[in-house]
């Protein structure tokens, strides 16, 4: 059975309408919302920088992926389905995402980041703002 070209006309529109939708619930609720699974974060001022640890126990390292863009850390990844047949399964697999915006400027480029019994930890120096001489003018 072939769509009649009205039919595909109004099928487009639909897509194109549920596209819209998921960009408004980005922009509401951030992409965060839309991984499968958010992992726990706790954010610790140490006076000097952030530590960040992050729940992700069964994801490798290299499944994870962070970005620092000003203020904003990126943590990102997978937790991969295990083979096998469940009898309970429970723990949540699939990608996350998890956008966290600290209130203070982040040194570009100085985090440092390990992964130790499923806990990974992020420590990011605060930029702190330099003081510039101001001279009288002759």
Known sequence: MELERSDRWAAIEKLIELKRRVEALEAQFGTD????????????DEGDAYRIL???????????????????????????????RFITHTRPTGYFRRSLTLPE??????????LKQGVLEIRIPKARGRTVPVEPTR
């Open 54 to 84: 992050v729940d992700v126990p069964g994801v490798k390292p290299e499944d994870l992926e962070l970005q620092e863009d000003g203020r904003t850390v990126t943590i990102a990844g997978v937790r991969h389905e295990l083979e096998g």
């Open 33 to 44: 919302a839309l991984a499968g699974w958010v992992p726990a974060v706790d954010v610790i």
């Open 105 to 114: 400027p982040l040194v570009e480029g100085a985090a440092a980041a390990s």
